[in-house]
Structure formats: C-alpha cells, structure tokens
C-alpha cells in the first residue's frame, strides 16, 4: 500500500524478540482496573481476545484521550508471515482504511479517530488486542462504566 495519512501508525509484520511462546489456556484475558485494585492505581487497560470467526468488533468509531495501542497476532506462529485472517479497519477524520492480513501493531496517538475493527476473514485463529493507557476503557464515543 502507498504511504497514507494514517499509514504510518500501522506496523505489518513487525520483528522484534519477545517472550516465549506459551500456552494459551483462555480465548482471551483482560487487565482491568477492577482487577488490579487490590495493588491501587493502575494507568494501564488492557485486553487480548482470540478471533475464531468472521464479526465486527462492538466498538462504534471513536477516539481517546490517550493513546492507545492495537495489536493482531498469529494463534499459530509457523504461518508467518501470515495473521491467519483478514481485519479492516479505519484511521483518522477521513476514515483511511487499512487492511490487515499480517501480524501487526498499530500505535494510536491520543485523539486519533478509529475503529470499528471489521474481523473480514479467519482462516487460523488469531489474536487481536489493545492497550489503553488509562485506567479504565473509554472514548468520546463510551461514556465511562459503559464498558
């Protein structure tokens, strides 16, 4: 794809080391501020789900006041550079759209419009997620406690 307005937020099959793979018990896992409350403040929100099939994700277009990371991951490593699916999504006031189908981040600064996240295809389950760095999930479209 040309370089875009909003292109330059989006890393497809980004390399780098990491942790070890492991295995996963759940289909996905959420840190919230209610689970963390017992150790106080936490300006973290994050959430790591398994993509299984073909939906949209619930989230009408919206932006925060901080940033945010998305990120889309094989369930099975030996098929990268592969996703094992095909995500779309849009950036920005102009609805950019960009077509994810290779293990990516995506680096949101505070006040970028997005979303929905159109899960389009799956052919081998994969995981998709975000990192918010708030202490709870919310948007100028998600009035906080709706989510």
Request: overall charge negative; charged content about 20%.
């Amino acid at each position: 794809m040309a370089q875009s307005k909003y292109g330059k937020y989006v890393f497809n099959n980004p390399k780098g080391k990491g942790p070890p793979v492991r295995k996963v018990d759940e289909q996905g896992i959420t840190l919230s501020e209610e689970l963390v409350a017992a150790i106080g403040k936490f300006d973290i929100q994050f959430n790591f789900v398994g993509e299984v099939g073909p939906h949209v994700l619930g989230d009408p277009p919206h932006k925060h006041d901080v940033d945010e990371i998305l990120f889309f991951i094989p369930g099975d490593p030996s098929i990268a550079p592969d996703l094992g699916g095909e995500v779309e999504i849009a950036l920005g006031d102009e609805w950019e759209k960009h077509v994810i189908n290779t293990p990516a981040i995506i680096c949101l600064p505070k006040g970028v419009p997005h979303a929905p996240v159109y899960v389009k295809k799956v052919t081998t389950p994969f995981y998709f997620g975000h990192c918010l760095l708030a202490p709870r999930y919310g948007s100028s479209a998600t009035p906080p406690g709706a989510v």
